[in-house]
């Protein structure tokens, strides 16, 4: 399986696709939020072989656009909290639980 991770913004998106153990199937690089460059996005992730699942954070409402483009394309996208990212990456849930 490969994950598609986007950082998105109001104007475009950076994507990066990674495969199990940090093999490197794209590296990152911007996409337009227009319809060529989301159509671009689609058509980019559907080459790549294998299930390819879509994670973003949610940022305001820009990311909506976005994930409802990958979603109709048929992909599995979840759109996540970048807060609870930042607290994932600092261990703060575990130490939280353990504390």
Avoid: C, W
Wanted: proline share 3%; aromatic share 10%; hydrophobic share 40%.
């Amino acid at each position: 399986m490969n994950a598609a991770g986007m950082d998105v913004s109001s104007r475009k998106s950076t994507v990066a696709v990674l495969r199990p153990f940090g093999e490197v199937v794209r590296v990152p690089f911007e996409v337009s939020h227009s319809a060529e460059g989301l159509a671009h996005l689609v058509q980019q992730l559907k080459t790549i072989k294998g299930e390819t699942r879509v994670v973003m954070e949610y940022t305001g409402r820009y990311y909506e656009a976005v994930a409802n483009v990958l979603y109709e394309a048929g992909f599995f996208v979840s759109a996540v909290n970048p807060l609870l990212i930042k607290e994932y990456g600092g261990n703060s849930f575990s130490q939280s639980q353990n504390g």
